[in-house]
């Protein structure tokens, strides 16, 4: 299984899909911090309606 060498270039590549994704820096800031939190508190409901405003906001949904 392939797998990221360290955390730090999980979080870097993470970052610049999400980047690419969205194409607003800030906006992408304010998901992806938004996206830890979700994370850390277990709010799968959240982390679900995130995700899918990341790809309604995106490249992907013009």
């Known amino acids: 299984m392939l797998t990221y ?6 979080i870097s590549l993470n970052s610049y ?3 690419y994704v969205v194409q607003n820096r800030s906006e992408s800031f304010r998901l992806t911090l938004k996206l830890q ?7 799968i409901d959240e982390i679900v309606e995130l995700i899918k405003s990341i790809f309604a906001s995106s490249i992907f949904g013009t």
């Open 5 to 10: 060498p360290n955390k730090e270039v999980k």
């Open 17 to 19: 899909i999400l980047g």
């Open 37 to 43: 939190l979700a994370f850390m508190n277990g709010n």
